[in-house]
């Protein structure tokens, strides 16, 4: 059974059934909010890869498969920034179209992607690149696991979870990357004050992430309700894409509280 091919920075990949799976579950024992896929890479993404993927992508020990961080890993942030500097963390960053124009606006922030397809870093790394920025690392393991393991609690600025997959089937659900289980993960790891911001344009995944989140105990719904679209979230030829089909995009930003 093959993977299909998808094109650089293609999330469709979550509409896709069963067969996927299938060849997923052969190579990851747990259940992950990700698909696996070709990691061929075009020409420019291969130069980008060569000239920055030792600078921007951490040498991380991983675990029994290649996209899992192994057991005790840990990371030692402020020499790999080599300062001090508030950290934001985002988990499926893609093809870094969002990230890297956020990272070159806030200087003065150090951010952690989580991202495991190959071709997708390598594209954020030629943006990285032509943006001269060097406040980016890149992780390309679970990011769910990945934020748990690799940073201590309180000391995240904040968390940000853009158009992460729907996984739409009722039989997919549990591969929502947005859990209450989750939620304890990145209030345990936000400061107090600390921001989470979600982004989503199915309409059904995002009262899931409200369901998840409205109660939690240590996540406050900052505008009681939807967010306002965040002026500083650059529309990605992902949200284009939805906003193209008539799927408006919902932003939810929860604060950790006590
Ligand atoms: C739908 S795309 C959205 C990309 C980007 N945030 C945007 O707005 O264009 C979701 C991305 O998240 C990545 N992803 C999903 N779950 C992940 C996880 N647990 N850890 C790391 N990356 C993940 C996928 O590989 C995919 O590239």
Redesign the pocket.
Known sequence: MTSPVYEE?D?RHARYSGSVDQTEERVHRDV???VRRSKRMNDSQKGAWARHASTFVLPLPVGDVPTSVADGAHVDWDTTFGRQAPRIVE????VG??LVPMAAARPDVDFVA????KP?VASTLGRIGRAGITNVRIAMV???RGLDRLFDDATLAEVWT????PWHKTRHHKRR?VTPAFGDVVASKLVPGGLWRLATDWEDYALWQRDALDSHGHLVNVHDGWAPRWEGRPI????QRGLTAGRATHDLTYERVR
């Open positions: 920075g999330c992950v909010s990700f988990i499926g960053s893609g179209d969002s989580f991202e495991v397809f997708a679970d990011g769910s853009f158009f992460a997959d990357l990605t030829k992902y949200e």
